[in-house]
């Protein structure tokens, strides 16, 4: 079933409440679940319809992000934290790959909840999955177990770190290492205090570079045809966007209403995922998604407190 050939009143609720999801009050889980809601009880458009629109607003939101990072900080934190950063992230991935074969689940899913936990959590999914040509079905499984252990973090990392009493700045660090989404990252650090808040934006802001490399990176390692690799075009107007923002800084203004758009159009494409799941599909996944992103969770999560700590 097409959009256009649902019953009036069941393509108008899909409207509006995609539309809703472009407004400040609805943030990316409830996007997804709305989106999920809306699936379950057959209101949703056919996946390819859904698969179609969400790759390409996919792609426009990713570069519109790209106004946001303020590149000189950005470095000047990757450089700082050189070895933890490039660390965490190889670490994540080649352990989320291991765990997938090792729990025989499907490889792409595996690797997008891989993806998530590495980098930024619904911003790097949502750059990778097309990169490695991943479905609406797997992108939406990997989005949902990432934004179940957000959830989690906000609550339990504050309470982790007053009890080990870290300092603000071991504690921002951390945060911005061991939580997936920056939504959360930003949440658990200003409960914890002002100068955790601003290391953890600035170092998480940091890692959302390494999309850039690790989307390329994907591309090549799931391409079907070694000989024909289709790098993703959106990643070479990601650094494009990046670049402007730094070369042309007078422009700062509109560069954060295009930011502040993006991440709004990204909520919409949560939906729009979400939508194209149901109970059933998720039931036939099972309970591997959820394990294999909680084990990632935790190896990344205690080995970033070690290396911070001791």
Known sequence: M??????K???????????????????S???????????????APAPQVLGSLTKKLLAYSIVGLGFGIQLEAAVEVSLDNLPLI?????????????????LKFDPKTGYLIASGTAIC??????????????????????????FILNSIALF??????????????????????AIHDTSSVVGAASAYGTEALTTATTIK?????????????????????????????????????????????QGAP???????????????CLFLIGAGITLKKMKATGAKPLVLGLMLWLAIGSCSLMYILW
């Not at 992230?89 to 080649?94: A, K, P, Q, S, Y």
């Not at 560069?255 to 993006?262: A, H, L």
């Open 2 to 7: 097409t959009i256009l050939h649902q019953p």
């Open 9 to 27: 009143a069941q393509r108008a609720i899909f409207v509006i409440v995609a539309l809703l999801c472009l407004l400040p009050f609805i943030s």
């Open 29 to 43: 889980p409830v996007a997804l679940i709305l989106g999920f809601t809306i699936a379950s009880i057959g209101w």
């Open 86 to 102: 490039i660390g965490s992230i190889i670490f994540t991935l080649v352990l989320g790959v291991s765990l997938t074969r090792l």
């Open 121 to 146: 959590g619904g911003s790097a999914i949502a750059a990778v999955s097309p990169a490695i040509k991943a479905n609406s079905e797997q992108a939406a499984i990997a989005l949902a177990t990432v």
């Open 156 to 177: 339990l990392f504050p309470a982790i770190g007053h009890a080990l009493s870290m300092t603000q700045h071991d504690f921002g660090v951390w945060s911005a290492i």
């Open 205 to 249: 802001l940091a890692r959302a570079l390494w999309i850039i490399p690790v989307a390329l990176v994907s591309a090549m390692l799931f391409s079907g045809d070694k000989n024909k690799i289709a790098l993703p075009y959106f990643i070479g107007f990601y650094c494009l966007s990046i670049a402007i923002a730094y070369w042309l800084p």
């Open 254 to 268: 509109v560069y954060e209403v295009i930011f502040m758009v993006s991440k709004r159009l990204l909520v919409l």
